[in-house]
């Protein structure tokens, strides 16, 4: 199970499918060929890593699904392409909230607009990230001019690493987000090599047969940009993501009047962030949390206060400082995102921090209740973040009890509730306070909702509408939101993902597909399976193998049998029996503290019951033989 917040960091080494498999991939025609390939590697995967047979599991079933590469292989007959024409290829970010990435293309040269990545389901055991299928821009490497980033959040700038190593161009972006690519590359150590530009809104940057427009909007990271991009075909104005707030935490108000200006000059096309199209009315300010964090400032009294939210969330974080500050309590950070964005952003001046407010989390014992504030991650449940943690009693440094008041400060995300709920849920057991309630105003959206997107398309007055950044039904909405301002359904194109999108003055329309999915990256590369697996012979030769099975009710989330362990090479006869009924009694234990009405994450809780295995039976035997835990729910 991979940890989201505490990723290996220093292997590199990743695992992206060959090209050559993903042409295959997008021939279906070649189905009996991928077949027996995908057949081949699981059983080389078989023989070596675990994981690498479920990946490629995954990737199968990933492309089986994308309708994209389907309609690739159903659609021969090629359409005229438009004459003077941009061209839009949609490789991530459509029908999906997540791994941004868009070309451009005009008279032969391309330009890269964002590159994100995604974190995987809970159905990709063994998968750190999801990234784009960069197929397209392996074939195309030569075209491309540079890359342009609207803002530093993982789904736009994660994928850059794996997109540098493929092509090394140029990369434009203002200073917070350079800063956080920056720290990106040196993890992947291509920093030296990479050329990255910092811009400010007003530039205006030339590339190839294009020339892009940086300008400033809001949203929950500073230093947020849209770009209105020129080529021979006319001004495309892509909005990135972006709220309106009147009253912003930093960095001033959307630039209205330039896109209004835009709209003067002729806007040929409008890309515009459709996450929140089905939000009716304007999203509020974000000025709005900090009112209502210092009520709860009050309330707390003389509580210890414990505060989640998302960890790229600068403005939400300053909020908290700052009143931390003027309520005289000193900050604590726990989670490891949350400390590297802190810090860079503290670094570049982002963050407005007096000295000495910040303290390391070892100091908390020095301090009282009343003087603590812990700002963590974990605000979506994670299972390994550190509120979960904390709230199932396994965090090393802090201990919840009835003396603290703890503050949600985001909503869950589709999805997430339930194990949002279920950290509510414990940490109440624990004694503390716990506010969340969505009416409270504890969270503010930093995506615009359906008026502010009405207002942008009729200052930008396009001629042509494609709403972008979103799954199919907020692409859907948004797009019904043009017709209602009176753009012609005829210009409105909703893409999918792989989609070529062709614009010209006169018409819009999809000329063709383009392979585009899902790549899964995991820690383990190639080179490290290696060692890996020798690790694991060597434990076998030693200590043996216990393989433990259990079988869960789907619904209630319990044992519907006691676990069955068996073992290979594991001698211990004196006391087997008590020894089985140990890690019988401890795997129980683990279903007892983690599986009450939560929903089924099986990689999650594979990991707890290995760990939970592996200490017992080094508890009664000194020893550290290979465990192999098998889950099924039925
Ligand atoms: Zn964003
Ligand atoms: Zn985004």
Known sequence: MPNKTAKPQKKTDTEIFSEKKKKEAAVTKNTEKTKSKSAASKKTAEQGNIQVKTKTGSVTAARKKNPALARTTKTTVKTNPLKNAVRIIFLGGINEIGKNLTV?????????????????????????????????????????????????????????????????????????????????????????????????????????????????????????????????????????????????????????????????????CLMQDSTNAEKPGYTPSEKKVGETLEQLFIKAKKKRIIIASFSSNIHRIQQIITTAYNKNRKIFLSGRSLENVTSVSRELGYLNVPDGVILSIDHLKNYKDEEIVIITTGSQGEPMSALTRMATGEHKKVTVGKNDFVIISATPIPGNEKTVANTINDLMKLGAEVIYEKSLGLHVSGHAAQEDLKLIMNIVRPRFFIPVHGEQKHLRKHAELALSVGIPEDRILVPELGSVVAVSQHSIKTESFVAAGKIFVDSSGVGDVGSAVLRDRKKLSTDGVVFVSAVSDLYTGGLMAPVEIQTKGFVFTDNANELNRYISETCEDVFDRYMRGVEMDTNALRQRLKDAVAKAIFEKTKRSPVILISVFAV
């Open 104 to 268: 451009f293309e005009y008279n032969g040269e391309m330009v890269i607009l964002d590159c994100g990545m995604t974190f995987p389901d809970a159905d990709m055991p063994g998968i750190d990230y999801v990234l784009p299928d960069f197929n397209f821009i392996e074939r195309n490497a030569d075209k491309i001019k540079a890359i342009f980033i609207t803002h530093g959040h993982e789904d736009h700038i994660g994928g850059l690493p794996y997109l540098l190593k493929i092509v090394n161009v140029p990369i434009y972006a203002t200073g917070l987000s350079i800063g956080l690519i920056e720290g990106k590359l040196r993890e992947h150590r291509i920093f030296k090599n990479a050329q990255l530009h910092t811009i400010k809104p007003g530039d205006v940057i030339s590339a190839g047969a294009f020339s892009f427009e940086a300008v400033h909007v809001n949203h929950s990271i500073p230093d947020s940009l849209a770009f209105a991009i020129r080529c021979g075909a006319g001004m495309i104005v892509h909005t990135g993501d972006f709220k309106i707030d009147n009253t912003p935490i930093d960095g001033g108000v959307i630039d209205l009047p330039k896109l209004a200006a835009l709209g003067n000059e002729g806007v040929l």
